[in-house]
Protein backbone atom coordinates (compact mmCIF):
# COMPACT_ATOMS: atom_id res chain seq x y z
CA UNK A 1 0.00 0.00 0.00
CA UNK A 2 1.08 3.60 -0.94
CA UNK A 3 3.45 5.01 1.97
CA UNK A 4 3.91 1.50 3.54
CA UNK A 5 5.34 -1.10 1.60
CA UNK A 6 7.49 -3.41 3.61
CA UNK A 7 10.84 -4.11 2.67
CA UNK A 8 11.37 -7.57 0.34
CA UNK A 9 14.71 -8.07 1.46
CA UNK A 10 16.38 -8.62 5.01
CA UNK A 11 18.16 -5.38 5.86
CA UNK A 12 21.71 -5.35 5.05
CA UNK A 13 23.76 -3.10 7.02
CA UNK A 14 25.74 -0.40 5.24
CA UNK A 15 27.32 1.16 8.16
CA UNK A 16 29.57 -0.03 11.40
CA UNK A 17 30.27 2.22 13.89
CA UNK A 18 31.75 1.06 17.43
CA UNK A 19 32.63 2.18 20.67
CA UNK A 20 30.75 4.81 21.62
CA UNK A 21 29.95 5.02 25.29
CA UNK A 22 26.34 5.94 25.03
CA UNK A 23 23.34 4.47 22.80
CA UNK A 24 22.41 7.95 21.54
CA UNK A 25 25.54 8.84 19.68
CA UNK A 26 24.51 6.11 17.51
CA UNK A 27 21.40 7.90 16.37
CA UNK A 28 22.38 9.62 12.93
CA UNK A 29 24.05 6.28 11.75
CA UNK A 30 20.30 4.61 12.42
CA UNK A 31 18.36 7.55 10.79
CA UNK A 32 20.50 7.09 7.78
CA UNK A 33 20.58 3.52 8.32
CA UNK A 34 17.00 2.27 8.39
CA UNK A 35 15.83 5.63 6.22
CA UNK A 36 14.54 7.64 8.58
CA UNK A 37 11.34 5.76 9.08
CA UNK A 38 10.40 2.96 11.84
CA UNK A 39 11.74 -0.29 10.95
CA UNK A 40 8.50 -1.99 12.66
CA UNK A 41 5.66 0.76 10.97
CA UNK A 42 7.27 2.10 8.50
CA UNK A 43 5.93 5.99 10.20
CA UNK A 44 8.80 8.13 8.32
CA UNK A 45 10.40 11.10 9.94
CA UNK A 46 8.87 13.00 7.41
CA UNK A 47 4.95 12.83 8.88
CA UNK A 48 5.99 14.43 12.58
CA UNK A 49 6.81 17.69 13.38
CA UNK A 50 9.12 16.85 16.34
CA UNK A 51 12.11 15.87 17.26
CA UNK A 52 11.88 12.56 19.82
CA UNK A 53 8.92 10.79 18.06
CA UNK A 54 11.63 8.33 17.14
CA UNK A 55 13.88 6.43 19.49
CA UNK A 56 16.82 3.96 19.51
CA UNK A 57 15.26 0.29 19.85
CA UNK A 58 17.16 -2.47 21.41
CA UNK A 59 16.14 -5.27 19.52
CA UNK A 60 17.22 -7.99 22.08
CA UNK A 61 16.65 -5.87 25.17
CA UNK A 62 19.22 -4.69 27.82
CA UNK A 63 17.36 -6.27 30.03
CA UNK A 64 17.86 -9.69 28.37
CA UNK A 65 21.54 -9.26 27.35
CA UNK A 66 23.89 -5.88 28.84
CA UNK A 67 26.38 -7.04 26.38
CA UNK A 68 24.11 -5.50 23.48
CA UNK A 69 23.25 -1.94 24.74
CA UNK A 70 26.23 -0.18 22.32
CA UNK A 71 26.49 -2.67 19.93
CA UNK A 72 25.49 -1.11 16.43
CA UNK A 73 24.15 -4.89 15.31
CA UNK A 74 21.72 -4.31 18.07
CA UNK A 75 20.19 -1.42 17.36
CA UNK A 76 17.17 -0.15 15.13
CA UNK A 77 15.62 2.89 14.73
CA UNK A 78 12.17 3.04 16.00
CA UNK A 79 8.96 5.02 16.41
CA UNK A 80 8.24 5.74 20.28
CA UNK A 81 4.88 4.08 19.98
CA UNK A 82 6.46 0.82 18.78
CA UNK A 83 9.14 1.14 20.95
CA UNK A 84 7.38 1.25 23.93
CA UNK A 85 4.85 -1.65 23.02
CA UNK A 86 7.80 -3.52 22.34
CA UNK A 87 9.60 -2.77 25.77
CA UNK A 88 11.52 -5.72 27.02
CA UNK A 89 9.15 -8.67 24.66
CA UNK A 90 11.64 -11.34 23.02
CA UNK A 91 10.84 -13.16 20.38
CA UNK A 92 9.67 -10.36 17.72
CA UNK A 93 11.25 -10.91 14.21
CA UNK A 94 14.88 -9.25 13.02
CA UNK A 95 14.10 -6.63 9.65
CA UNK A 96 17.82 -7.61 8.93
CA UNK A 97 17.02 -11.16 9.22
CA UNK A 98 13.45 -11.50 7.95
CA UNK A 99 11.99 -9.95 4.52
CA UNK A 100 8.89 -7.96 6.74
CA UNK A 101 6.99 -8.12 3.25
CA UNK A 102 6.88 -11.99 3.57
CA UNK A 103 5.26 -11.66 7.13
CA UNK A 104 3.11 -8.57 7.00
CA UNK A 105 1.08 -6.41 4.40
CA UNK A 106 -0.91 -2.98 4.96
CA UNK A 107 -4.12 -3.41 2.86
CA UNK A 108 -6.42 -0.36 1.15
CA UNK A 109 -7.72 1.30 4.16
CA UNK A 110 -4.72 0.72 6.78
CA UNK A 111 -5.08 -2.43 8.28
CA UNK A 112 -2.03 -4.44 9.11
CA UNK A 113 -2.70 -7.92 7.56
CA UNK A 114 -0.13 -10.80 8.84
CA UNK A 115 0.88 -13.31 6.17
CA UNK A 116 2.53 -15.81 8.71
CA UNK A 117 3.13 -16.73 12.23
CA UNK A 118 5.70 -13.83 12.84
CA UNK A 119 3.97 -11.26 11.35
CA UNK A 120 0.96 -12.64 13.77
CA UNK A 121 3.62 -11.53 16.42
CA UNK A 122 4.29 -8.27 14.72
CA UNK A 123 0.88 -7.20 15.12
CA UNK A 124 0.20 -8.26 18.47
CA UNK A 125 3.62 -6.98 19.85
CA UNK A 126 3.49 -3.92 18.59
CA UNK A 127 -0.81 -3.17 18.34
CA UNK A 128 -0.59 -2.32 15.01
CA UNK A 129 -4.11 -2.49 14.50
CA UNK A 130 -4.84 -0.60 17.38
CA UNK A 131 -7.48 2.00 16.67
CA UNK A 132 -4.52 5.41 16.88
CA UNK A 133 -2.42 3.55 14.33
CA UNK A 134 -5.37 2.38 12.61
CA UNK A 135 -6.47 6.00 12.15
CA UNK A 136 -3.16 7.77 11.64
CA UNK A 137 -2.05 5.04 8.90
CA UNK A 138 -5.52 5.23 6.77
CA UNK A 139 -5.57 8.91 6.94
CA UNK A 140 -1.88 9.09 5.38
CA UNK A 141 -2.93 6.86 3.02
CA UNK A 142 -6.21 9.06 1.87
CA UNK A 143 -3.48 11.74 2.08
CA UNK A 144 -1.13 10.23 0.00
CA UNK A 145 -3.52 8.94 -2.93
CA UNK A 146 -5.14 12.69 -2.95
CA UNK A 147 -2.17 14.19 -3.85
CA UNK A 148 -1.54 11.96 -6.18
CA UNK A 149 -4.72 12.07 -7.61
CA UNK A 150 -4.83 15.92 -8.06
CA UNK A 151 -1.04 15.88 -9.37
CA UNK A 152 0.31 17.60 -6.03
CA UNK A 153 4.02 16.28 -6.31
CA UNK A 154 5.88 18.88 -4.25
CA UNK A 155 3.99 18.13 -1.29
CA UNK A 156 3.91 14.37 -2.42
CA UNK A 157 7.72 14.03 -2.83
CA UNK A 158 8.00 15.99 0.86
CA UNK A 159 5.66 13.55 2.58
CA UNK A 160 7.47 10.24 0.71
CA UNK A 161 10.66 12.07 0.16
CA UNK A 162 13.78 12.52 3.12
CA UNK A 163 14.09 14.87 5.22
CA UNK A 164 15.88 18.48 5.19
CA UNK A 165 18.29 17.49 7.34
CA UNK A 166 20.44 14.83 6.88
CA UNK A 167 23.74 13.75 8.47
CA UNK A 168 26.50 13.84 7.43
CA UNK A 169 28.35 10.94 8.29
CA UNK A 170 31.36 11.19 6.74
CA UNK A 171 32.57 13.75 9.55
CA UNK A 172 31.28 11.98 12.30
CA UNK A 173 34.16 11.25 14.59
CA UNK A 174 34.04 7.54 15.82
CA UNK A 175 36.09 5.36 18.05
CA UNK A 176 35.79 2.67 15.37
CA UNK A 177 34.06 1.89 12.38
CA UNK A 178 34.25 -1.38 11.32
CA UNK A 179 32.49 -0.26 7.62
CA UNK A 180 34.09 2.73 6.74
CA UNK A 181 33.11 2.31 2.98
CA UNK A 182 29.59 2.64 3.98
CA UNK A 183 29.67 6.70 5.12
CA UNK A 184 30.66 8.02 1.46
CA UNK A 185 27.09 5.99 0.41
CA UNK A 186 25.23 8.36 3.24
CA UNK A 187 21.98 9.98 2.24
CA UNK A 188 23.73 13.23 2.63
CA UNK A 189 26.57 12.39 -0.11
CA UNK A 190 23.76 11.16 -2.00
CA UNK A 191 22.03 14.20 -1.92
CA UNK A 192 25.49 16.09 -2.67
CA UNK A 193 25.92 13.87 -5.99
CA UNK A 194 22.70 14.93 -7.10
CA UNK A 195 21.66 11.02 -6.92
CA UNK A 196 19.32 11.15 -4.18
CA UNK A 197 15.86 10.14 -4.93
CA UNK A 198 12.88 12.48 -4.89
CA UNK A 199 10.92 9.75 -3.09
CA UNK A 200 11.62 5.84 -1.71
ZN1 LIG B 1 6.70 2.37 14.63
Not at 1 to 11: L, N, R, S, T
Not at 61 to 76: C, F, H, K, R
Request: glycine share 6%; aromatic share 12%.
Amino acid sequence: MIGFEYPAHPHQRRHGPAGYKDYGSFRDWLRDEFMFRCVYCLHREQWYSRSGTFHIDHFVPVSADPQGALQYTNLLYACTTCNEAKADILGLPDPCSVPFQECIEIEAAGRATAKNVVGQRLCDVLRLNSAANLAFRSRMIRILEALLRSGEVALYQELMGFPAELPDLRTKRIPRNDKPEGAAKCYFALRERGELPATY
